[in-house]
DNA sequence: CGACCATGTGAACAGCCGTTAACCTCGGGC
DNA sequence: GCCCGAGGTTAACGGCTGTTCACATGGTCG
């Protein structure tokens, strides 16, 4: 489930694996109709093959959707964990990096934010479990920052305070085009600091 | 479809419609599983009745979705508008009531939050367009208000502050129930507040 | 050259689920 | 007392869609 030859070697390469071809489409049709409105034909169709096709690379459409939603997991979670890292032992400077990051991706990734939260009850019971223990891990990353910052706060209202601000950052994908990137990238880091402290 | 003799006579009595019962009902399973993942079965099964009998009150699976939808995005409207009326002239003070408003709502209605904006997509196009519509002008009573505390800012910003500041709020149903009702409102309109001016 | 493995195709299957049809029942007004 | 409409029930249909199967093809390696 871990190891993948295929994508250890060229994953990000010029020229994607099929596999890597059929996340990407697969990501960007979930997050526009919902992964269950989607068909495995249109999946196959976005990347040029038939809907059949599919099952060369995948198991099945829920195991491709496992295995976006665990690879977001995990990418949040280790870039996280590195932004913590390097930021010192500064708790605001750390803040400020994680909340840097997490603005990087939501704007980077506006379709993989948007089917982390909306279809994450799609997966199968262990699936979601496995998803879940991810998410909370990177949660935990902030709850420890934001508590160092705010000593008498409880972890419940840290906790509280982390998922308005990915409310807040993440809300992104709703509100994309109007403004150019780096714009919104200004705006929501300073809104965030700010929702941070309050 | 906006005249319905029974919602208007009594729509939140002890014993509402069974009309209403099932919308609840329905609301709640949406937001758990996606419209999508709910059969009619379930949402008759959760009135204690079968699933054809919904057809007694709702022309389709869809039509209930779409009156649920734009029942959300009309009280959402109303009551926003009411709320800058009542608050005068201040736009300080129109903030604060929109924001209280809209935490409060968020607090009470979990599911209708969650179902709006993930399933909004499931709606034929006539019905997502009015939806849209109703949303639009929601968001515009918000983007006056903050216009007028931020002249310099485009309304392309206000905008974007706006769908954040939702976000924040919104994120309510994904973090639910570690914190006391009291003191999650406090916590959110708070970091509301910050964000809304940062 | 020949065998093989990876990859893709079109057809067919199977199950789920929205919807409809035909039939029941009961409470209330003429 | 009878009729009728509101609201339910069960059975059945029909389409959509995930998945599998049998078969093609083409590059690679022995």
């Known amino acids: 489930m871990t190891s993948e030859p295929d994508s250890a070697l060229h994953a990000d390469a010029d020229r994607p694996s099929r596999r890597e071809q059929i996340l990407r489409a697969a990501a960007q049709l979930f997050a526009e109709r919902g992964s269950r409105a989607v068909g495995v034909d249109d999946v196959g169709a976005a990347v040029g093959v038939t809907g059949p096709a599919i099952y060369r690379h995948f198991a099945s459409k829920d195991a491709m959707l496992a295995e976006?939603?665990?690879r977001i997991s995990e990418r949040l979670l280790a870039g996280g964990a590195a932004?913590?890292?390097a930021a010192g032992d500064d708790a605001a400077a750390q803040l400020r990096a994680?909340?840097?990051f997490q603005v990087d991706f939501a704007l980077g990734n506006p379709a993989l934010i948007t089917v982390q939260d909306r279809d994450l009850g799609a997966l199968s019971?262990?699936?979601a479990r496995r998803v879940r223990q991810l998410q909370r891990r990177y949660v935990e990353e902030?709850?420890?920052v934001l508590a160092r910052l705010d000593p008498p706060a409880t972890?419940?209202?840290c906790r509280a305070r982390a998922h308005a601000v990915f409310g807040l950052i993440n809300s992104t994908p709703h509100s994309a085009g109007r403004l150019d990137r780096p714009a919104m990238a200004d705006l929501l880091t300073r809104m965030a600091e700010a929702a941070a402290r309050a």
């Open 83 to 85: 932004q913590v890292a």
């Open 125 to 127: 019971d262990a699936d």
């Open 142 to 144: 902030w709850v420890a």
């Open 155 to 157: 972890t419940a209202t």
């Open 98 to 100: 994680l909340i840097a």
């Open 68 to 70: 976006m939603l665990v």
